[in-house]
């Protein structure tokens, strides 16, 4: 009972503030939502006993990604985009795509229900602690899988390096 | 019968330390502010705050009433919303981190196994509050405090991240509390393990905490208050209690990590028993300099106050000795190691704050640009270094059965010869290096 209670709580706010992403016209506010959807979903990882994906998603999205949004979020004019059209003249045709799949997953959730085999929840013991087992599976099972992300970010991140560095 | 106590500890015991750290640390950070303000005119040759009580003793709850009945203002073209709630989330990331510290075995709201981490990132999320306060009042000053902060914030985070890692490999878990068990097993806190660890955490600590000698944002020479320049009254007090909230955390997050958390020192060692007494003798010293003072204060009620305060310190040290009588120990055994890990806990953070202050009165302001190559041309190639060593340390441990006392002081030899040559090697290029206009 409480913990539907707190999954739909996180839920609505994640959705509701996502959507007011969008749709609010100041630029800082919307970081703010986009902000308070992260942390509802951290909110979500941590009902649901994934301790280490919920605090990864609080350091790594609200407190990196998100500071350096804001961070250059600061540094633009807010005074012109606040006077530019917020959407382009298609938005309807997005806005009825959107309910188009929208309305696919409320059926394929509605129709599967009945059909699709769910499998029994494992037990909260299974996954404790959570923490080790996940860098057991990552160095062990997934250690090649891993190693190339980590690769493909350290490119990443020197390819940035190069482009921003000026001619010396 | 039993279970209903079991079930009605684990619901209340979280609840009632939730409440103790929400009251009591508004009075815990007007005392440090206290402190702070008696530690800086010592050092300056004067007295600091002494009219409000006997020394200055009740100065922060006067100045806590004055800025509670100050007026509140805000700016005109402030963005009134984000204005009022940017102090809120600074003091409620500040509070919320503190939940999964281990104030002694028994203290402690949460013990998550991401517990240290938890920490770290909640703290971390204070920044948004000086960002958005910075930001929303609508004023330049507060809008370069906030950038240099956030600047200052996203580049030291990763210094004393890459730290407390080093400490974290030692230790093997992320529970604050088994990470203070994981040194009463090993002998020795973390600090005498990786001592160059624990330098970069200090460094990049006071950096996190906008302490001078890094306090940018907000220094007051260049940016009135920097991000808090049009606040005041009750909103200008809660980014100050943040602030010293930060400082706490940051100082538990250092004890915790490299000072041995609860433990008192050489804990293992039934050749320095001896030490149990040190609390209560501490107290029993503190409560008997009161009594000293009494008489010399000028007024009646000083003198009474100061009477009051002696034995109230008394008190408490009766309360610290009562597990030392053999009779109450085996009545309540777990009475020993809550009060006396409590008492050393707290006895760290204060040192650890001490610190801080000491620094700050020693130190001159860096420059912005000095900030910034310090965190990333010295701090933060060393801690990746520093894991490096601990890392190779561990292996030479535990895989090729080294002994301690070879494999921790070596692998420290070797970081500390990458942070002289990272040293030397920065120096060598200030002197080729010419800013022009950079700031």
Redesign the interface.
């Known amino acids: 009972m409480l913990d539907q209670i707190v999954f739909y709580f996180f839920a609505a706010l994640a959705a509701i503030s996502a959507v007011l992403v969008v749709t609010r016209r100041n630029i800082v506010q919307c970081a703010i939502f986009l902000i308070t959807a992260l942390l509802a979903t951290a909110g979500i990882f941590l009902q649901l006993h994934a301790e280490f994906l919920f605090i990864v998603q609080v350091i790594l999205y609200a407190g990196g990604i998100m500071v350096l949004f804001v961070f250059v979020i600061m540094l633009i004019n807010l005074d012109i985009s606040l006077h530019q059209a917020q959407y382009n003249r298609q938005w309807w045709l997005g806005l009825l795509l959107a309910l188009v799949v929208g309305a696919h997953l409320i059926l394929a959730v509605a129709v599967g229900r009945s059909v699709l085999p769910f499998g029994e929840p494992a037990p909260a013991t299974m996954l404790e602690p959570s923490t080790q087992i996940v860098g057991r599976t990552l160095f062990g099972e997934y250690m090649l899988p891993f190693e190339i992300a980590s690769i493909l970010l350290l490119v990443a991140m020197i390819g940035a390096v190069v482009m921003a560095k000026k001619k010396v | 019968m039993h279970a209903v106590i079991q079930y009605l500890i684990s619901i209340w015991v979280p609840l009632v330390c939730a409440l103790v750290i929400v009251g009591v640390l508004p009075l815990v950070t007007g005392y440090i502010v206290l402190m702070e303000r008696k530690v800086m005119a010592d050092m300056q040759a004067r007295l600091g705050p002494m009219r409000v009580g006997p020394h200055g003793l009740l100065q922060p709850i006067a100045d806590a009433v004055k800025l509670l009945i100050k007026e509140d203002i805000i700016p005109d073209e402030a ?1 009134k919303a ?1 204005f009022w709630i940017a102090p809120l989330i600074s003091v409620t990331a500040g509070m919320l981190a503190m939940s999964a510290l281990a104030i002694g075995p028994w203290f402690q709201i949460a013990d ?3 517990g240290l ?2 920490i ?3 703290s ?2 204070g ?2 509050g000086i ?2 306060g910075g ?2 009042s609508n004023s330049h000053y507060s ?1 370069l405090g ?2 240099r902060s ?2 200052q ?2 580049s030291y ?1 990763t210094a004393a991240g890459m730290a407390v890692v080093g400490a974290l490999l030692l230790a093997g878990t ?1 529970s604050t509390r088994e990470i203070v068990t994981a040194q009463g097993d090993y002998g020795t806190w973390f600090i005498f393990a990786a001592p160059v660890g624990f330098f970069i955490y200090v460094v990049a600590s006071i950096a996190e905490t906008n302490r001078a000698p890094f306090d940018l944002p907000e220094a007051e020479s260049e940016l009135v208050a920097g991000y808090m320049t049009e606040y005041s009254g009750f909103r200008w007090a809660l980014y100050f209690l943040a602030e010293y909230t930060n400082m706490v955390v940051v100082a538990s997050i250092a004890t915790t990590l490299f000072l041995g958390g609860w433990l008192r020192p050489f804990a293992g060692t039934p050749a320095f028993n001896f030490l149990d007494y040190f609390p209560s003798a501490l107290m029993i010293f503190v409560g008997a300099y009161c009594l000293y003072r009494a008489p010399k204060q000028p007024v009646k009620v000083q003198q009474l106050f100061m009477m009051v305060l002696g034995l109230a310190f008394f008190g408490v040290a009766l309360i610290l000795a009562a597990p030392l009588i053999g009779r109450v120990n085996d009545m309540l055994p777990g009475l020993k190691p809550g009060l006396h890990g409590a008492f050393w806990f707290l006895l760290k953070v204060g040192s650890y704050i001490y610190l801080f202050m000491w620094l700050r009165f020693t130190f001159p302001r860096y420059r912005f640009d000095q900030l910034m190559r310090l965190g990333w041309q010295f701090l933060i190639p060393l801690s990746i270094v520093n894991v490096m060593g601990i890392g190779l340390a561990l292996v030479l441990h535990r895989q090729w059965g080294w002994s301690h006392w070879t494999a921790f002081p070596l692998t420290t030899a070797l970081t500390l010869l990458v942070a002289g040559w990272l040293g030397w090697a920065g120096e060598k290029k200030d002197k080729e290096h010419v800013f022009v206009g950079e700031s």
């Open positions: 963005d984000i998550l196994n991401v981490l938890f770290v990132g909640i971390a999320l920044i948004f960002v958005l930001w929303s809008l906030a950038l956030a600047a914030l996203v985070e992320l």
